[in-house]
T-cell receptor
Framework: QKEVEQNSGPLSVPEGAIASLNCTYSDRGSQSFFWYRQYSGKSPELIMSIYSNGDKEDGRFTAQLNKASQYVSLLIRDSQPSDSATYLCAVSLAGGGNKLTFGTGTQLKVEL | SAVISQKPSRDICQRGTSLTIQCQVDSQVTMMFWYRQQPGQSLTLIATANQGSEATYESGFVIDKFPISRPNLTFSTLTVSNMSPEDSSIYLC????????????FGPGTRLTVL
């Protein structure tokens, strides 16, 4: 079982819709969770971080964490074509020091 | 977040040669990380570099192939040695954030093509 799993997509949503991106992780002791956005040919950009159960909102982005289910998600409201990118889930595993483990990423396409 | 630069941004190299990639940060950071991202793949951690100590390599990566230097708190280099076409990849450095939750911020990357 992979440590961090994501559906590779592509996930296609119409402009203005809510995009829902999901990530599961295997290490129950994981403590920090991150979403990175990566445009084609660019490096990953940190857009959300979450550390405790529940929701965290920042503008059009909401991160949701459920440690019991080992599940973290990213919701993008009012999706725009500029949101089209690959979204990487990253987890700081228990006992992993400062290292992050990345999922394979979900490609999001926002269509006009 | 810190401003991170990498040199070169891209290079095309012949097999058997070596390339050194530089990573410069505009503020002092304790931990720096080197990743590889192969075409269409996610990020794979190569090693963690702390100033004043030997780099810690992940499984599958060895110092002879990827020597790393960390001479001070704002700079690090990664060398890709004796390159083969399989080393064609994007190499990224990252630094830890100041939030204390293991967040990382990435440099722009170095796109390496080995012929």
């Amino acid at each position: 079982q992979k440590e961090v799993e994501q559906n590779s997509g592509p996930l296609s949503v119409p402009e203005g819709a809510i995009a829902s991106l999901n990530c599961t992780y295997s290490d129950r002791g994981s403590q920090s969770f991150f979403w990175y956005r990566q445009y084609s040919g660019k490096s990953p950009e940190l857009i959300m971080s979450i550390y405790s159960n529940g929701d965290k909102e920042d503008g059009r982005f909401t991160a949701q964490l459920n440690k019991a289910s080992q599940y973290v998600s990213l919701l993008i409201r009012d999706s725009q074509p500029s949101d089209s990118a690959t979204y990487l889930c990253a987890v700081s595993l228990a006992g992993g020091g400062n290292k992050l483990t990345f999922g394979t990423g979900t490609q999001l396409k926002v269509e006009l | 977040s810190a401003v991170i630069s990498q040199k070169p941004s891209r290079d095309i190299c012949q097999r058997g040669t070596s390339l050194t990639i530089q990573c410069q940060v505009d503020s002092q950071v304790t931990m720096m990380f080197w990743y590889r991202q192969q075409p269409g793949q996610s990020l794979t951690l190569i090693a963690t570099a702390n100033q004043g100590s030997e780099a810690t390599y992940e499984s599958g990566f060895v110092i002879d192939k990827f020597p790393i230097s960390r001479p001070n708190l704002t700079f690090s280099t990664l060398t890709v040695s004796n390159m083969s076409p399989e080393d064609s990849s994007i190499y990224l450095c990252s630094v830890e954030g100041r939030g204390g939750y293991n967040e990382q911020f990435f440099g722009p990357g170095t796109r390496l093509t080995v012929l």
